[in-house]
RNA sequence: GCCCCGUUAGCUCAGCCCGGCAGAGCACCGGACUUUUAAUCCGGGUGUCCUGGGUUCGAAUCCCAGACGGGGCACCA
């Protein structure tokens, strides 16, 4: 694989072989530090401060990354870099003896332990005298360039790590990502709520709007389905007599991926018993507020070009109103959806003719309501075809208790009175099987009997809420991408992952030793690559590689 | 699914319009240098120009098809 950077990775190896020849462990098991690159700079200001400069501290142990590297013969500067920052490091000859001749064999991106005393270079800067070194790993590929970093938002992608080497920020964004996770555990925690880990397998995915994702379980010979949401289980435990239960934690949905979409994503889903939507409406706006507060300092944050504040109270507003307000419908008359689709084909929008109301109502909001609420705000009561999980509202039975928070244009939140009526229940999971049928979509919900028996047990009243964690960060972290938020974001095959793959695939076909023409194994190849691989590539590439394969010793 | 942009050395990028020996900085390799800080100085270019096909005496450059990435639209919570 590694045909790539070959001179680079040949004149490490060249050097690790090089320390092992001369007795010494590239790899060593341990190396115990006594001070982080941070500690001993602050034990030098300190000491220095009461004995006066120059002042030299007995010998301190620290370790790190080597990140830059200056040498001019006898003496050598190098970077250390751990993770609480940077401590400049002096090799001498004089001080090291023999042991100077290592830095030959040191590269960037090398892990190296050095004890010795701390002082102050004629240049000021605080720095230590290596009376010892010791390598800790030999990197066999370079690190990012240190001047230019890495940009290539691919790469960035790909080999996320490299990014955090090399960008400040990427990691700082994985650091807020868990203050945020960690501040609404602290949030949830604090009332009551109980953390609980529901199952991710499962025989049904429902819950929310979504395609699943298909696997299967060997031993139980039967197909299982990634979930969706965590909804219906938090539920059970709610039926169960935990009155506060929540559960942060990944859910899966079979869709494209673009800036707000990665197919698998964090939530957060919290029930509560005895609360209702409005409960949780404040509950909301108090949790984010309070985490930006903990987590940036501020509840006033910058979106864009603009700022946003999440100090309560947040805006509400009637779906109702919000669609009349920006587009004149009124959902109440323009309520089938010959009359809706009608309506909003005259704003201009593209109308599929025969997509359900709810589906209309959705996009009519996605285009022309959702983007425009950058400040926070709740948008209230939604109609009940788009939410089989609400419970209705008492004096208007096609809307139910409903709500969802918006900032900066994204969905921030979506919450309910939750349904518990289970006869109720049945017939709105029947409606909704009936929508898919009639309109051939994968993603309207599903019947989940298993459920419904629950149900029948009874659930006291609830209120529901989901959040998505994700945009969360997003939100907080002003990052116009999802993916700039996710750890390991998915992506598609590269070049190589790819050829890699045919490659494989020629290897076993040629493997039994007979002598196959190249058309011959051509053929074969095309019958044995799976289509996901086949299909990426044309017919002349594959013939191409097939004889490169053929031609090779 | 559609449109636009990008893909050249390990990294960051120029070269492409108007076809003529593949370039720069950093990194790397060799040499000098015992307080440097993007160290400096001398010497060295290390390459599947994303892939495949076409036009041409000649293609990184022009044409066609495709992959991947980015942005937008469509679709979608």
Redesign the pocket.
């Given at each position: 694989m590694p045909?790539?950077?070959?001179?680079?990775f040949q004149?490490?190896l060249a050097?690790l072989h090089h320390l092992r020849a001369q007795g010494l462990d590239p790899y060593p098991p341990r190396f115990s530090r006594t001070h982080t690159a941070q500690q001993a700079i602050a034990l030098f200001q300190q000491e220095e401060a009461q004995h006066g400069a120059p002042w030299r501290t007995p010998p301190v142990r620290v370790a790190g990354r080597i990140s830059?590297?200056?040498?001019?013969?006898?003496?050598t500067?190098l970077?250390l870099r751990d993770g609480s920052g940077r401590l400049?490091v002096?090799l001498?000859?004089?001080?090291l003896g023999n042991a100077y001749a290592l830095t030959k064999d040191l590269?960037?991106g090398d892990f190296l332990g050095a004890v010795g005393p701390l002082?102050?270079?004629?240049?000021?800067?605080i720095?230590l005298?290596a009376q010892e070194i010791a390598i800790l790993c030999k990197a066999l590929?370079?690190p990012?360039?240190?001047?230019?970093?890495?940009?290539?938002?691919?790469?960035r992608?790909r080999q996320r790590y490299l990014d955090w080497m090399a960008n400040e920020p990427s990691r700082q964004l994985l650091v807020l990502r868990h203050k945020v996770v960690q501040a609404i555990r602290r949030f949830l925690d604090q009332r009551g709520f109980v953390e609980v880990e529901t199952p991710i397998l499962l025989p049904v995915a429902a819950g929310?709007?979504?395609r699943p994702f298909v696997t299967h379980h060997h031993a139980l010979d039967r197909r299982l389905y990634l979930r969706i949401a965590t909804e219906l289980h938090l539920k059970r435990c709610i039926i169960g007599g935990l009155e506060k239960v929540y559960e942060i934690g990944r859910v899966f949905?079979n869709?494209?991926?673009?800036?707000?979409?990665n197919p698998e994503f964090t939530t957060l889903e919290s029930y509560e018993a005895y609360a209702d939507y409005n409960t949780v409406m404040r509950m909301v706006e108090e949790m984010v507020s309070t985490v930006a507060q903990e987590v940036l300092g501020t509840t006033c944050i910058p979106w864009k070009d603009g700022k946003i504040d999440l100090a309560p109270p947040w805006q509400r507003l009637s779906l109702r109103d919000a669609v009349r307000e920006r587009t004149g419908i009124d959902l109440e008359t323009a309520s089938d959806p010959q009359t809706l689709g009608e309506q909003m084909r005259r704003l201009g929008l593209?109308?599929?003719p025969r997509?359900s109301w709810g589906?209309l109502v959705?996009?009519l909001?996605?285009?022309k309501v959702?983007p425009f609420l950058l400040q926070p705000t709740f948008l209230i009561d939604y109609p009940v075809e788009m939410s089989p999980l609400a419970k209705r509202k008492p004096d208007n039975p096609r809307y139910v208790e409903r709500f969802?928070a918006f900032a900066g244009g994204m969905?921030i939140a979506?919450a309910f009175t939750e349904l518990n009526d289970p006869i109720d229940q049945r017939q709105r999971f029947l409606e909704q099987e009936e929508l898919r049928r009639r309109y051939g979509?994968e993603?309207?919900d599903r019947l989940d009997e298993d459920f419904l028996l629950a149900m029948e047990y009874g659930m006291p009243p609830t209120g529901g809420l989901g959040v998505?964690i994700d945009r969360l960060v997003m939100l907080f972290s002003n990052s116009?991408?999802i993916?700039e938020v996710i750890p390991f974001?998915h992506?598609?095959?590269?070049?190589e992952e790819?050829?890699t793959e045919v490659d494989k695939h020629l290897q076993r076909l040629a493997g039994n030793g007979q002598p196959m023409t190249a058309a011959d194994l051509y053929q074969a190849l095309v019958a044995s690559l799976p289509e996901e691989v086949r299909?990426?590539?044309?017919e002349?590439?594959l013939r191409?590689r097939v004889e490169d394969f053929l031609r090779r010793p």
């Open positions: 045909q790539r950077s070959e001179d680079l004149s490490r050097k830059a590297l200056r040498a001019m013969g006898r003496a500067f970077d400049q002096l001498r000859q004089d001080a590269d960037l002082f102050r270079t004629r240049t000021g800067e720095t005298e590929r370079p990012p360039a240190k001047w230019h970093g890495l940009r290539d938002v691919e790469l992608y929310a709007f979504a949905r869709e494209g991926i673009d800036n707000r979409h593209a109308v599929d997509a589906k959705d996009k909001l996605g285009e959702e969802e969905e979506n979509d993603e309207f998505g116009p991408s993916r974001p992506l598609s095959w590269s070049q790819l050829l299909s990426r590539l044309t002349p590439e191409k």
